[in-house]
């Protein structure tokens, strides 16, 4: 059974930064991709930024480009997102993704605050 856990959420002003990570266990096959995504209270759930395993191409929503980072590490099936110059439209629950073929695989998400 795959399951997927996400880590390093919490609480941190504005200006800034947070490193999440996230692994996928019960991997018996290569991820295509993986990614982050986020749901502010009252909004619809969007994506943060995704990569594919295999090349390491990333792509980022707007919102984000320039301040995060998205990383892999596929010997061990973990995505990272650097956060930095984080504001407070950042909070959310931010989510992580695992894709392989048509199947999506989430993990249960991970409280970001940006606060002062």
């Known amino acids: 059974q795959v399951q997927v856990v996400e880590s390093g959420g919490g609480l941190v002003q504005p200006g800034g930064s947070l490193r999440l990570s996230c692994a996928a266990s019960?991997?018996?096959?290569?991820?295509?991709?993986m990614g982050w995504y986020r749901q502010a209270p009252g909004k619809q759930r969007e994506l943060v930024a995704t990569i594919i395993t295999s090349s390491g191409s990333a792509n980022y929503a707007d919102s984000v480009l320039g301040r995060f980072t998205i990383a892999r590490d596929n010997a061990k099936n973990t995505v990272f997102l650097q956060m930095n110059s984080l504001k407070p439209d950042d909070t959310a629950v931010y989510y992580c993704?695992?894709?392989?073929?048509?199947?999506?695989?989430w993990g249960q998400g991970t409280q970001v605050t940006v606060s002062s």
């Open positions: 019960g991997i018996t096959f290569s991820l295509d991709a």
């Open positions: 993704n695992a894709q392989f073929r048509h199947w999506d695989y």
